[in-house]
């Protein structure tokens, strides 16, 4: 089955120090990966998507994530946290079903705490 | 540039009534979605379109659950008889033509049913 896995519940960091919030997949064919946050009652925001190419994809306010293709991986990371940073973060990946389909299909979502 | 909006942001409804969601994607975009999130859940998605054409169903999408986007604009979703596990964030989101992986997503209607 396609699915993702985001291994953490929740990540603390410092305002001010990296962090890193994982996010593993299981798709078959080219994966399509994506990430999102979403702040308290909202909806949820684009941040950056891998399609091909670099491995290093930067998106949104100082976000950047690495795909990892043999360790299956798409961590999300920014070199210096804020506490505007503090949300809920999901990844996703475009579900591939005999040919690509137009659904994404989520994590269970990070919820990151940065600590002023 | 206006992004996708939803209405109603708030609804609470008594088991057994029905209610009924639009969603305006973004201009000229032609793909919209239609996605369910529990709490403590990613969205889990429910149906597709693409213009005015229906192109996907999610087994989630019960008989109870229809969704329509007559003029290939804008889009309701309408869920009959409701249901105590009905209660959940609906978010819609759209796609252009250009980029039609990268999906953008509405604040979301939040369902409650007593």
């Known amino acids: 089955a396609q699915s993702v896995a985001q291994p953490e519940d929740q990540v603390n960091v410092a305002e001010g120090n990296p962090l890193t919030v994982k996010c593993t997949y299981s798709v078959s064919g080219n994966p399509y990966l994506f990430w999102y946050v979403q702040y308290p009652n909202r909806g949820l925001q684009f941040l950056l998507k891998?399609?091909?190419?670099?491995?290093l994809v930067k998106g949104s306010y100082g976000f950047e994530a690495e795909f990892n293709k043999s360790q299956t991986s798409f961590h999300l990371k920014k070199p210096s946290a804020l506490v505007s940073d503090s949300a809920l973060y999901f990844c996703?990946?475009?579900?591939?079903?005999?040919?690509?389909?137009?659904?994404?299909?989520f994590g269970t979502g990070t919820l990151l705490a940065v600590q002023p | 540039d206006t992004g996708v909006s939803q209405d109603p942001r708030h609804k609470i409804t008594k088991r057994g009534q029905n209610v009924t969601f639009r969603c305006d994607p973004i201009s000229e975009h032609n793909r919209l979605y239609w996605y369910r999130q529990t709490l403590g859940q990613g969205p889990e998605f429910l149906t597709y379109?693409?213009?005015?054409?229906?192109?996907?169903k999610s087994r989630l999408l019960s008989d109870r659950f229809s969704a329509e986007r007559p003029k290939g604009s804008f889009s309701t979703l309408e869920i009959q008889r409701t249901e105590q596990g009905d209660s959940a964030m609906y978010l819609c989101a759209s796609s252009s033509t250009g980029a039609p992986e990268t999906q953008y997503f509405g604040p979301g209607t939040r369902l409650l049913v007593l």
């Open positions: 379109f693409q213009n005015e054409a229906q192109l996907e």
């Open positions: 891998y399609i091909t190419g670099d491995n």
């Open positions: 996703a990946v475009r579900e591939y079903y005999g040919g690509a389909t137009n659904k994404l299909i």
